[in-house]
Every structure is written in structure tokens, then in C-alpha cells.
T-cell receptor, first 114, second 115 residues
């Protein structure tokens, strides 16, 4: 399967600031997703990143808080805006190379908000 | 909506013990089922999958069988090793429903194997 590079791998941020996480895949993929994994918890889907159009957000997540871009078939960004300590989580990028293929994941970005 | 219920952890076993981690699901369509593993400090890796009823996924000595009648996908391994210590996630995806390829995860089970 393809390889996802996610940057940064970790960061410590001040509350009220924003952080943009980058996700680069080494080959074209059909779908890209952003998940959040809160400490000791499972993964929750934030949104599906759509190429050339607005992301599709899951219930409880909004564009103003988590703006997402996907300018092409290999790259996406997730911004965590106006951060608070409750945003401290691991954020994971995931992708599918085609229908009926399994999803693969980046290494994650460990975010701590202080 | 779709959901996955996974055996609560943590689970601690001695090396060479038999492992079962239970997973059941609820889905409106015909989902594909997965086990992902997260080793300490790493991202998620696909461990095995099954895409239709009675399929058995297997990898690294782990097995799971897609049981439609009991809506289950239990993970088993006959003899665990210390290197199997990780968090295991059961997940499903409704690939047949175009536009719904997202994964729904269980809560995860932390497995610790002691020598």
C-alpha cells in the first residue's frame, strides 16, 4: 500500500492559536480522511477530505473549528483552530487507494494544548 | 448507524497463552470487517480483514472469521508473544455503499503480554 507522511509528528501549542497538519501520500488516492484519537480513546472520524470541494464533516465537527483542504489527489491539510486543552489528541490522516481497498494511516500528529 | 462493540480491556496474558478479543457489530448494509493494531508510539496498521460472510482473515498468527449470523468478528491467536503487546481495534466499513467508505472503530483493547 501507499505511504502517508504526516507533519508535524508532535507539537505543543498555546491555547487560542491554530495548528495546520499536513498529510502527503506517495501515490494518488481516491479518498482521504481525518480522525481524532483522544487520550486512551478510540478513533473518531472528523471529516472526509474531498478533492477540490468542501470536506464532509461528521456530527459534532464543524468547518470553522477544523478547516480542511485537499487541493489534489495526494495531499490534504487539517487545521485545528482556536485551540483549547480539550483539543489535545492524536490526529490521524487516512486514505483509500480505490474502492474495496483497505484504509491505511499516517503515523499521527500528537497535539498538546497548554 | 453503524457501530462496533469491542471487548473491554486491558487484557494481560502470559507468553504462549491463547488470545481472544471479542468484537460484534451493527450495520445496515454488508460491511467489510477489519482488525487494526497500534504498537506503542506508532500509527495504525491493518492486521487482517474479511469482506464477506464466512471469510477468514489471517496474518502473523492472528485469525478472525466474519460471522454474519452472530454479527461477530472475534480476533484469536493460539500462542501470543511479548511482541504482540499493542492496542487492537476492530472496525467496519460499508464499502458497498459508495460514499460511505469511512471506518467505524471499536473502543480498542490494550493487550499486554508478560514473559
Amino acid at each position: 500500500s501507499a505511504v502517508i507522511s504526516q507533519k508535524p509528528s508532535r507539537d505543543i501549542c498555546q491555547r487560542g492559536t491554530s495548528l495546520t497538519i499536513q498529510c502527503q501520500v506517495d501515490s494518488q488516492v481516491t479518498m482521504m480522511f481525518w480522525y481524532r484519537q483522544q487520550p486512551g480513546q478510540s478513533l473518531t472520524l472528523i471529516a472526509t477530505a474531498n478533492q477540490g470541494s468542501e470536506a464532509t464533516y461528521e456530527s459534532g465537527f464543524v468547518i470553522d473549528k477544523f478547516p480542511i483542504s485537499r487541493p489534489n489527489l495526494t495531499f490534504s491539510t487539517l487545521t485545528v483552530s482556536n485551540m483549547s486543552p480539550e483539543d489535545s489528541s492524536i490526529y490521524l490522516c487516512s486514505a483509500l487507494q480505490g474502492r474495496n481497498t483497505e484504509a491505511f494511516f499516517g503515523q499521527g500528529t500528537r497535539l498538546t494544548v497548554v | 448507524g453503524d457501530s462496533v462493540t469491542q471487548m473491554e480491556g486491558p487484557v494481560t496474558l502470559s507468553e504462549e497463552a491463547f488470545l481472544t478479543i471479542n468484537c460484534t457489530y451493527t450495520a445496515t448494509g454488508y460491511p467489510s470487517l477489519f482488525w487494526y493494531v497500534q504498537y506503542p508510539g506508532e500509527g495504525l496498521q491493518l492486521l487482517l480483514k474479511a469482506t464477506k460472510a464466512d471469510d477468514k482473515g489471517s496474518n502473523k498468527g492472528f485469525e478472525a472469521t466474519y460471522r454474519k449470523e452472530t454479527t461477530s468478528f472475534h480476533l484469536e491467536k493460539g500462542s501470543v508473544q511479548v511482541s504482540d503487546s499493542a492496542v487492537y481495534f476492530c472496525a467496519l466499513s460499508d464499502y458497498a455503499n459508495f460514499g460511505n467508505e469511512k471506518l467505524t472503530f471499536g473502543t480498542g483493547t490494550r493487550l499486554t503480554i508478560i514473559p
